[in-house]
């Protein structure tokens, strides 16, 4: 059974945020992105970002453009595990205010560019009913109690989470044209992000009917089952040992390898004492058959029992901390740096192509913690978490005086980054 801790985080980890772009990189840098979400070749201001050299295009003096998005996304996460009671978990994604903020000054051949954008995140992510990773450590219980002899039929449990992320970069570019054909462009963006996990998963509820720990079918705390039926077996790894001390002294005495009934016979052990041996071990669930059962024999059960009581106690009591209540408050900053280079060529009238790289930006990601239930966010721990190079290319064709033909093409190498977990 996997800790349910540790699922809970996994899936608070399944918040990252990208709007258009790649799987950390937010491509709609301008509310004019979605008029065609076709910008790498554009010649306006906020070519600042989608295509640096081509701000050689722009008028000369200062350039401004301000734009923001609001956008709104709901979203609907579907499990196929036959042990849930819903398989539809929903939730939304909303970000009020996505600014995007550009000003150029050229002049002559020379050009000189600015912009500050969320280049990754900005927004919040809600689920108030968890998502499938949460429910399906719970949703377990139900068949893992009944396989092993107690059964169950339901579960529940209360849950709630939210997570942000934000990567708000600043960047510079200087453009200058070569000719009438070639633009070249060289720069930087720095950037900052800060990702927020704010969840609790709780009061885990099921309803075994094990009548010799308490529970008869109604609904009860999950956690504290375990813990009762944890303490029960806890008593009878005690008892088993115990009994198996009260068989010693036969053993060394000698008699250890008579049968029961020799030993009533011989008037070496009362009746009693082998009545109450039999209730000891009817307790335990093993026969008792006086005629060929032996001290050495009946010590090897009891020690065996205790034993197994041993081991199933301490899983019940690992089953309780696993079922028991886990929130979390982390935070998470880090900071990084991508050089960017851009080349805008005009080989004939009415086309051009914009080509825009961007290295990658190496950045480590390091945990500031309220709270960590899960054990999966330790204070001051550090995460790999590079934002890919990229390759934007953009093509416009101005077919006739009132037709114009765009393409862009994004590709992102996320092969080479390091998304690892780090010590």
């Not at 939730?91 to 050229?106: D, E, H, I």
């Amino acid at each position: 059974m996997k800790k349910i801790g540790t699922i809970f985080v996994v899936g608070l980890l399944l918040v990252g945020f990208a709007f258009a772009g790649g799987i950390v990189t937010n491509g709609n840098q301008s509310a004019d992105y979605f008029r065609l979400m076709n910008r790498n070749a554009s010649t306006d201001v906020d070519a600042v970002y989608f295509n640096p050299a081509g701000i050689t295009f722009l008028n000369d003096g200062l350039n401004f453009y301000l734009s923001s998005q609001t956008i709104y996304q709901s979203r609907t996460l579907t499990s196929d595990v036959p042990a849930l009671k819903d398989d539809t978990f929903k939730g939304s994604t909303f970000a009020p205010v996505f600014p995007n903020f550009y000003v150029a000054y050229k002049t002559g051949n020379l050009a000189i560019g600015a912009g500050f954008i969320p280049i990754g995140g900005g927004g919040s992510a809600i689920f108030d009913d968890g998502i499938p990773s949460f429910a399906v450590p719970a949703a377990v219980l139900p068949s893992l109690l009944t396989d092993a002899g107690i059964p169950t039929t339901d579960y529940d449990y209360d849950v709630a989470f939210e997570g942000s992320s934000t990567y708000l970069g600043g960047q510079a570019v200087v453009s200058y044209k070569i000719n009438d054909m070639v633009s070249v462009s060289g720069g930087g963006r720095y950037f900052a992000a800060t990702n927020t996990y704010k969840g609790h998963l709780k009061d885990i509820m099921i309803n075994p009917n094990y009548p010799a720990a308490g529970a008869t079918g109604s609904m009860t705390s999950a956690p504290a089952f375990f813990t009762t039926v944890s303490g029960a077996l806890a008593a009878g790894a005690a008892g088993a040992t115990a009994g198996a001390a009260q068989l010693q002294p036969f053993i060394d005495g000698g008699a250890g390898g008579f049968t029961f009934d020799q030993l009533l016979a011989a008037q070496m052990v009362p009746q009693a004492t082998v009545d109450a041996i039999a209730s000891g071990f009817a307790q335990l669930g093993i026969p008792f058959d006086t005629a060929t059962m032996t001290p050495v024999i009946a010590q090897q059960y009891a020690l065996g029992a205790a034993a197994s009581y041993t081991e199933n106690s301490a899983a019940m009591a690992s089953y309780a901390a696993q079922t028991g209540d886990v929130e979390v408050d982390a935070k998470q900053t880090g900071s990084g740096f991508a050089p960017i280079f851009g080349l805008y060529l005009t080989p004939m009238e009415n086309l051009a192509i914009a080509l825009r790289y961007e290295g990658k930006a190496a950045m480590t990601l390091t945990n500031e913690t309220k709270v960590d239930g899960s054990g999966l966010f330790p204070d001051e721990a550090e995460t790999g978490a590079d934002m890919p190079a990229m390759l934007g290319v953009g093509v416009a064709l101005k077919a006739t005086p009132s037709v114009r033909v765009v393409a862009d093409m994004n590709y992102y190498f996320n092969p080479d980054v390091d998304w690892s977990g780090k010590e």
